[in-house]
Nanobody
Framework: VPLQAYGGGLVQAGGSLRLTCAISRRTFNKYVMGWFRQAPGKEREFVAA????????YYSDSVKGRFTVSRDNGQNTLYLQMDNLKPEDTAVYFC???????????????????WGHGTHVTVSS
């Protein structure tokens, strides 16, 4: 399943960015979608996830209240609105998709079968 994430860049602390992930699949609404990030020298970590319908959202504690995940099933697109960015948000951000991942494992990268190329986000202090 081809995934393409984009929208990263350099932003000052307190600023905003919106990441977009396009999926080339007509059956987009069959996939649970997730955002993960990986900072230099660190393991890939969960950021946010969204159920197939978009009705249920899940966030890591570190981004809750600052990031918003959403999807447009008609446009086969996933979004991550990132507000009040902090230097510790600096990382490569990845979108991921899976048809079978269950709620208990949404935060586990290995549970997702499909990954896009990352997009770099750098937050300066």
């Amino acid at each position: 399943v081809p995934l393409q994430a984009y929208g990263g860049g350099l932003v000052q602390a307190g600023g905003s960015l919106r990441l977009t992930c396009a999926i080339s699949r007509r059956t987009f609404n069959k996939y649970v979608m997730g955002w993960f990030r990986q900072a230099p020298g660190k393991e890939r970590e969960f950021v946010a996830a969204l159920s197939r319908s978009g009705a249920n959202t899940y966030y890591s504690d570190s981004v809750k209240g600052r990031f918003t995940v959403s999807r447009d099933n008609g446009q086969n697109t996933l979004y991550l609105q990132m507000d009040n960015l902090k230097p510790e948000d600096t990382a490569v951000y990845f979108c991921a998709a899976d048809e079978r991942v269950i709620q208990s494992y949404l935060r586990v990268p290995s549970q997702y079968d499909y990954w896009g190329h990352g997009t770099h986000v750098t937050v300066s202090s």
